[in-house]
């Protein structure tokens, strides 16, 4: 249950580190956008520079990577003037919270993080200290605005399990009820979308294999050729999910047609049940293309108008700020900073 003291608010983030796929829009970006319309909740939508630095990034692309994922943000439904929209680096009340969390993670805590060990591999002496301290930040992205509520992808659940660990231990440490345990929103049918050529793998930017995902930017022709050539098996869909229990290309792309359909995933079977992934995968191609080509088309077109988004962005940070300033202000007055 979610913290009932607290406003019911949205927070998430998205790295602008280039290459928005499929799973970032099915597992984040489309759940932002029925948040937002939802209604019920203030919802606030952020491009994490400073996360994505914690691994090299070009300056150049990462400028035009930020304002790209701020074009796909509008694109594929957020309106910037229902939901807060900035990137991080406009709010240094993220960066300060983060230091403040720095003093109250553990080193242990850090250290077991799934993410870590993946990215920082075999070659952790050589890892930046901002990719360990990462979560650190993540949660203070979260707790700065007081969110109550974080929609995110399976990938992130650890990562939220250590926000609630943060919160709880700055508040216990204090002697404070100050920071709400935000729940993570881990819903629908792809919170963890596989890349199109192992059905084992998560999608990932990172996928060396170009064909192993679908990019936000690819147009209607790439979009179906990718369907069509994805990886699947001889048999025909069955009736009942159990029965792809073992079948994990197949089940990704039951799952992507129900997200993309907003349909359940025992409904896809109802409709497609005794065919072949021939035929399963124009109707899957078809629907793709519907959903996905036009958001595509929008990003590019937002694209041109530079000035626009940049202004969007500063509005956003401005309206970010406003909120986050005064969390802040407590934070430091709870720790013990004189402020004069
Ligand atoms: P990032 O930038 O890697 O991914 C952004 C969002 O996309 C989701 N996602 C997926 N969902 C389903 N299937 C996939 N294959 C897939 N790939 C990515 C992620 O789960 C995520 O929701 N640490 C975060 C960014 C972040 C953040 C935050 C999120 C920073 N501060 C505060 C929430 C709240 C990250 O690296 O996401």
Same mark, same amino acid.
């Given at each position: 249950m979610a913290d009932t003291k607290f406003t019911p608010r949205v927070f998430s983030g998205i790295q602008p580190s280039g290459g928005l796929t499929l799973g970032n829009y099915l597992g984040a970006m489309k759940r932002f956008v029925d948040m937002q319309n939802a209604g019920g909740?203030?919802?606030?939508?952020?491009?994490?520079?400073?996360?994505?630095?914690?691994?090299? &990034? #070009?300056? #150049?692309?990462?400028?035009?990577?930020?304002?790209?994922?701020?074009?796909?943000?509008?694109?594929?439904?957020?309106?910037?003037?229902?939901?807060?929209?900035?990137?991080? @680096?406009?709010?240094?009340e993220h960066a300060q919270l983060g230091w403040l969390f720095n003093c109250v993670a553990r080193m242990g805590w850090m250290g077991r993080m799934t993410q870590w060990k993946d990215k920082a591999g075999k070659n952790a002496e050589n890892a930046s200290l901002g990719l360990f301290a990462y979560p650190a930040l993540m949660a203070a992205d979260i707790l700065v605005y007081h969110a109550t509520h974080v929609p995110v992808g399976e990938d992130q659940k650890q990562h939220l399990e250590l926000t609630r660990d943060i919160a709880a231990k700055f508040n216990h440490d204090f002697g404070v009820e100050f920071f709400p345990i935000a729940e993570p929103v881990i819903e629908g049918a792809a919170t963890r979308v596989m890349s199109l050529k192992d059905g084992t793998k998560k999608m990932s930017k990172s996928d060396p294999a170009e064909a192993s995902r679908i990019n936000?930017?690819?147009?209607?022709?790439?979009? @179906?050729?990718? =369907?069509?050539?994805?990886?699947?098996?001889?048999?025909?869909?069955?009736?009942?999910?159990?029965?792809?229990?073992?079948?994990?290309?197949?089940? #990704?792309?039951? #799952? =992507?047609?129900?997200?993309? *359909?907003?349909?359940?995933?025992?409904?896809?079977?109802?409709?497609? &049940?005794?065919?072949?992934?021939?035929?399963?995968?124009?109707?899957?191609?078809?629907? *793709?293309? *519907?959903?996905?080509?036009?958001?595509?088309t929008e990003m590019a077109r937002l694209m041109q108008d530079q000035a626009e988004i940049d202004r969007i962005l500063g509005r956003g940070a401005e309206r970010a700020r406003a909120l986050a300033t005064p969390i802040l202000a407590q934070a430091y007055d709870i720790v013990g900073m004189v402020r004069s």
């Open positions: 909740f203030e919802t606030i939508y952020c491009m994490v520079d400073l996360h994505a630095i914690t691994v090299w &990034q #070009n300056p #150049n692309d990462l400028k035009k990577n930020t304002r790209e994922l701020c074009a796909g943000f509008i694109a594929a439904g957020i309106d910037p003037e229902k939901s807060i929209l900035f990137n991080q @680096s406009q709010v240094p936000m930017t690819d147009d209607a022709d790439a979009i @179906s050729k990718k =369907i069509r050539k994805a990886k699947t098996d001889p048999d025909p869909l069955p009736d009942s999910l159990t029965e792809l229990d073992t079948r994990p290309e197949a089940r #990704n792309l039951v #799952n =992507i047609y129900a997200a993309l *359909a907003e349909i359940t995933p025992q409904a896809v079977l109802d409709q497609h &049940q005794g065919a072949l992934f021939g035929h399963f995968k124009m109707a899957l191609s078809d629907l *793709a293309v *519907a959903k996905l080509a036009p958001i595509s």
